[in-house]
C-alpha cells in the first residue's frame, strides 16, 4: 500500500507553545490529506481536511485558529497546534489516499502530543 | 447525523477460534466500507476494503456486507495471539470515513 509518514512520533511541550507536525505522501502524490486526533479510548476524529494549494476544510468544533494546517505541497501537509494546553494532548494522525475519488486511507504512524 | 457503531468489547477469543467483529451505520447511502486494525500506540492500518453485498475474503479475514441491514462484519479465522489488538469499522459516503469507536479482540493462547 501507500506509504505515509508522520513526524515527530512522540512530542512533549510546556503549555502555551507551538508544535508542528509533519505528514508527507512518500510514493505517491497527495492532493488531499485528512488530519485525526484520537483521544485514548475513543475512536478517531476527523478534525480538518488539507487540500494542496488552497485553505483546509475544518471539521465542526475544530478552531481553525488553533489548529493551523498548510498543505504547500503534494507530498506535504503540516498541523501545527498553537498555544497548546493540556487538554490538546492527543494522539493526531495524517491519512492520505490514492487518487481523488473515495476509498481507503493509508494512515501515518501518528503523533503522540504531551502538553505539560 | 452519520454513526458508526460497534461492540466495544473486550472480545475474548481462544487461540484458532474464529473471532467475529460487527459494525452497523446510520447512513444508508453509504457506498464504501473499511475495516482497519490497531494496535495499542499504534495507527490504524487497513485490513480489508468492501463495496458491495456479499462476502470478501482475503486470507484468514472475511469481509461481510449487507447494505438492507447496514450491516458489516469482520470474520478472523485461525485467530491468533497477534491478532490482539482493536479493530476499527469504517464508512464512507461521498465525505472521509468516519470510523466506529472500535471492538478490542483479545485471543487467548
Known amino acids: 500500500g501507500a506509504v505515509v509518514s508522520q513526524h515527530p512520533s512522540r512530542v512533549i511541550c510546556k503549555s502555551g507553545t507551538s508544535v508542528k507536525i509533519e505528514c508527507r505522501s512518500l510514493d505517491f502524490q497527495a492532493t488531499t490529506m485528512f488530519w485525526y486526533r484520537q483521544f485514548p479510548k475513543q475512536s478517531l476524529m476527523l478534525m480538518a481536511t488539507?487540500?494542496?494549494?488552497?485553505?483546509?476544510?475544518?471539521e465542526q468544533g475544530v478552531e481553525k485558529d488553533k489548529f493551523l494546517i498548510n498543505h504547500a505541497s503534494l507530498t506535504l501537509s503540516t498541523l501545527t497546534v498553537t498555544s497548546a494546553h493540556p487538554e490538546d494532548s492527543s494522539f493526531y494522525i495524517c491519512?492520505?489516499?490514492?487518487?481523488?475519488?473515495?476509498?481507503?486511507?493509508?494512515f501515518g504512524e501518528g503523533s503522540r502530543l504531551t502538553v505539560l | 447525523q452519520k454513526e458508526v457503531e460497534q461492540n466495544s468489547g473486550p472480545l475474548s477469543v481462544p487461540e484458532g477460534a474464529i473471532a467475529s467483529l460487527n459494525c452497523t451505520y446510520s447512513d444508508r447511502g453509504s457506498q464504501s466500507f473499511f475495516w482497519y486494525r490497531q494496535y495499542s500506540g499504534k495507527s490504524p492500518e487497513l485490513i480489508m476494503s468492501i463495496y458491495s453485498n456479499g462476502d470478501k475474503e482475503d486470507g484468514r479475514f472475511t469481509a461481510q456486507l449487507n447494505k438492507a441491514s447496514q450491516y458489516v462484519s469482520l470474520l478472523i479465522r485461525d485467530s491468533q495471539p497477534s491478532d490482539s489488538a482493536t479493530y476499527l469499522c469504517?464508512?464512507?459516503?461521498?465525505?472521509?470515513?468516519?470510523f466506529g469507536k472500535g471492538t478490542r479482540l483479545s485471543v487467548i493462547a
Open positions: 488539507s487540500n494542496e494549494g488552497s485553505k483546509a476544510t475544518y
Open positions: 491519512s492520505a489516499r490514492l487518487g481523488l475519488g473515495p476509498g481507503e486511507l493509508f
Open positions: 469504517a464508512v464512507e459516503r461521498n465525505t472521509p470515513l468516519v
